[in-house]
């Protein structure tokens, strides 16, 4: 029907005839001229209708915003001075010669020109997907699975597609479950993630496997959480952890470098134990200079309770940041950053500001200055690096508590001080511990089929707290990219992780009996990564949430206002699938 | 880990070190050697042990099938008269100088040396995809995925992902529900097709949209049906028939061409009546030669009452086959042929023998010749062409009885007596009714978003039973690929078309309201195509089943032997989800 898109249509083609289609997304009228700005997924054009042609121009008064249109017209050059050099299409409009309107619109529902309601764009999805931005986020996304698929399909990965009607998996969040017509009474789940499947396929030989999968979860309502979203999922047999990181991070960098013309360079890698020290964080953003120092080894001995007990418990940590700059702190800033920390548990905030280069204590400010000799006050100086006009904030409790406390501080300080630097900061982190301790028992860090590194089943039952696993995240800007290990591919071994984790016999066939089965059968050793493709494309647009990023997605409280799903079952169908819907009393 | 794959293996490595892993195939002692065959997912190669290298020797005699190892050894050429031509690393081995054993294997479950059964298969279905066959057709499904996307990505298509968790589809057959935690009592349904979405997003200015995406129907049992299912689904704007057959049809080929080195040339299309009438199906196998050939007008006036009945009943059909060297047909074939075109309601199936080169009856042989004239037989003869050594078997019912029965027939005898000629006969069949009568009632015959063809709403309401639709079905051996349509953008035919349908304003509304809605806002013309991969794979790979191209699929009463889903939901989750399994009084 058309000879090309709007949007591509530049000088090159002035005094050629094209027939284009698309929306109207503006018209004004000038002088008896009426002029439009038609509008397709490549972009904008200019289109001008003259007296000249009575009729087209009759046909063209008729039109709206967003009227849907085919247009026939002739290329030239703008006058002087109307020149958009913004705009591909800015040196040229055409003249139209021939119109005809597909269909009419309506006035629409949103205000492009405003801030709409989130329940309001979700419920006219399709509108809100023809602003620019909106279809080129979409597009966007597109050409990235499109890359990220090039890529593994070329170092021979196999795109294989694992079942979405399954077996609860073990990740933790709740599962969705459909209920089963030809099994009354049971139900499939719906896959978290394909990591089981992904492992067997491993066991089946098939060697390198990758999917761009959607999972689920039905979480509780956060912020930025959806109840599908979509992994770039990959595993690897006969490879080890350098060998499915090289294979990623190449992945990840060809993408930038193709998609946003950036060299991201070789990744940096960084321990878990350093991470949480420096930054207070397994996800450290580099991007933000601040760092968490330690001081506890100087504060010993001071009479300020706050310091000398965390400094001397072994389980305490007292940690400074020196934020350059942060001396113009006001009283009432400095408060409000209390109240911050305070929310991760922190009781206080210390603080010191250097007013003048200090020499002892000369030109310090702080409260505490009174519990602090020169010795001390000049080592933390030396050690924090402090210069004139910046400030030390302190954290002192439990480790756990600075660590989360000071990590999270260290992120709002950068925010607000404006102090991060460069544009993209990637890292690996490693060497994570295998298990966490909570309510007095252990629980893995990743899942349960993620490897221990350098020990063997009985080492590792007799000391797991020291365990690391051969695992490893890929951090940018913060934000965790994607996760991925070595996974257990001897059956001693995965029997010792679930006696760690204290899964009797009986849960353990019951969870993962095929599982176990399988690694009877000459189990490779395997590896492999799951990457987030929303919170990727998130980051690579700009984009605020990972709806913005996604073309129907649900509100904060999992539903379509599109479809209005989800919505009441029909009573047959529910007696086919043999349940009931529950009233409550209270309903 | 290794140097390259097993599979790789060939003449120009001799000389070479390598280091390889995969799996124990197969292992022989002869004469104080011992032999492998190492597996990976490439291919086989040979393995040479011998005493010069004593621990190496001692390790290797530790070997067992399906043992998972690490291999280096030195390639070098076989010894004259063990080459084996049909490998691709048939005239190479390699002597075993290092090898590790990565993991044990119990004697397998299944033996490949002979059939298994399905439930065994899929019980351990990771060891049913190490046979080579398996993994290769999960390789070749990999590799059509791949051509597939760069085909539509080459032509400015975007993949866009559209969700799992939606409202119950209009398809027809019985939708997943997933119940909702979040709103209690309602449900989700699991999409049977993206349809609405992928119009909402040509609503959206997308343009140009692909998916190869996962669609559900909980259908009742059938032999080769899987609860879950992938169609290559894609949607245009501003493209009409033509352009997308046009699309679909350079991709099927350039697949084919890729895969297989197969030209299928330009498709030839057909009318859904001509290949109805010709063929007794909307789906007609082209390798076939045998044809449905009309003669009613010559039996209108005979005696007997099985023939001119039909003939002279507007509703009826009189249709012969010809099937050439069919004259050798015991009595009792004819009888199975005549109980077999009983399954689709023949009542009988007269037939006459061509023993001789006719010359008016001379040479014929029919138990109802004595009812047909000289000059009605020649004409029968003249018309179907009938030679010398041929039968001939008539058809005389109702049209849909005869069309359904003789097509039927004609499949098995194409097939019974060796005729189908060529190996990939493509073709569009076209024109198919808008609305098919049953039950006094109007259905669509693809899906109510179908444009008809040349005619406006009022038309349509004022004679749907002869209205054409713009649908277009792609045909392969007799499989239908895929089928498609041109879709309504005009709110107004859409209501005609609901009207002819029974559905009333409020069914519409509450069932594709949104969809109405969405129609008032400068909708554009639009038309796409949705291709059963599954299907699609099949027929590339010679595989009789979609089972063997999926690799983790359901048997056929919807369950996995493998995780064995579906399974009891625990309390706590029915609870969360306001859902009770009802129990039976006869369960």
Not at 156 to 175: H, N, Q, S, V
Not at 303 to 314: H, I, L, M, R, T
Request: hydrophobic share 40%; with cysteine.
């Amino acid at each position: 029907m058309r000879t090309d898109y709007c949007g591509n249509i530049d000088s090159s083609y002035v005094g050629q005839e094209v027939t284009l289609c698309g929306w109207v997304n503006k018209r004004r009228d000038l002088g008896g001229l009426i002029f439009i700005d038609l509008r397709d997924r490549e972009g904008i054009v200019q289109v001008v209708f003259d007296p000249d042609l009575p009729e087209v121009l009759e046909e063209a008064n008729k039109l709206r915003s967003e009227f849907c249109v085919k247009l026939t017209g002739k290329v030239r050059a703008r006058p002087e001075g109307q020149i958009n050099d913004a705009m591909r299409t800015g040196a040229i409009e055409i003249l139209g010669t021939g119109l005809e309107i597909f269909s009419k619109s309506a006035v629409l529902p949103l205000d492009w020109n405003q801030e709409n309601s989130e329940e309001q764009r979700l419920r006219y999805r399709y509108l809100d997907l023809r602003r620019p931005l909106m279809s080129q986020r979409l597009k966007f996304r597109a050409q990235v699975t499109a890359a990220v698929r090039r890529y593994l399909e070329d170092d021979g990965f196999l795109d294989i597609e694992t079942p979405i009607l399954t077996k609860a998996t073990p990740e933790g969040a709740r599962d969705y479950l459909v209920p089963s017509r030809t099994h009354k009474g049971e139900f499939f789940a719906l896959p978290q993630s394909p990591q089981l499947f992904k492992q067997l396929l491993m066991m089946s030989g098939m060697d390198r496997y990758y999917q761009i999968v959607k999972c689920f979860r039905d979480e509780d309502l956060r912020a930025d959480r959806q109840p599908e979203f979509t992994q770039i999922d990959l595993e690897t047999t006969f490879l080890d952890a350098n060998g499915v990181m090289k294979i990623t991070e190449g992945m990840i960098r060809d993408l930038f470098m193709k998609m946003l013309d950036v060299d991201l360079g070789d990744f940096p890698r960084m321990t878990y134990a350093e991470a949480m020290q420096r930054y207070g964080s397994d996800k450290p953003d580099l991007r933000n200079p601040l760092e968490l120092v330690d001081v506890a080894d100087l504060l010993k001995t001071v009479e300020f309770k706050v310091f000398s007990g965390p400094a001397n418990d072994d389980k305490g940590r007292v940690a400074v940041i020196r934020v350059p700059g942060g001396a113009s702190m006001s009283r009432k800033q400095i408060d409000e950053y209390t109240k911050f920390a305070g929310i991760y548990g922190a009781k206080g905030l210390a603080w010191i500001k250097i007013n003048e280069k200090a020499q002892g204590q000369e030109g310090l400010q702080s409260p505490i200055l009174k519990f602090l000799s020169e010795d001390i006050t000049d080592a933390i100086i030396a050690r924090t690096g402090a210069e004139q006009g910046d400030i030390l904030l302190f954290g002192a409790d439990s480790a756990t508590v600075v660590t989360e406390a000071m990590g999270a501080l260290r992120l709002k300080l950068g925010e607000d001080f404006e102090l991060l630097e460069g544009e993209w900061k990637p890292l690996w982190v490693v060497d994570f511990p295998m298990f966490e301790e909570a309510d007095g028992q252990m629980h893995a860090l990743h899942h349960p089929f993620t490897a221990p590194r350098g020990v063997d089943a009985q080492e590792l039952i007799d000391n797991p707290s020291e365990a690391l696993s051969d695992a490893y995240d890929m951090v940018l800007n913060g934000v965790e990219l994607g996760g991925g290990s070595v996974r257990i591919h001897d059956q001693q071994m995965q029997q010792a992780v679930f006696t760690v984790l204290g899964i009797d016999e009986e849960e353990a066939q019951n969870k993962f009996g095929f599982l176990l089965e399988a690694l009877q059968f000459g189990a490779p050793p395997h590896a492999g990564l799951a990457f987030g493709l929303d919170r990727l494309v998130m980051l690579m647009t700009g984009a605020t949430s990972i709806r913005d990023v996604m073309a129907f997605p649900k509100t904060t409280t999992a539903a379509c206002p599109l479809t209005d799903a989800p919505s009441a079952a029909n009573p047959q169908q529910l007696a086919d699938l043999a349940i009931d819907v529950v009233k409550k009393s209270t309903d």
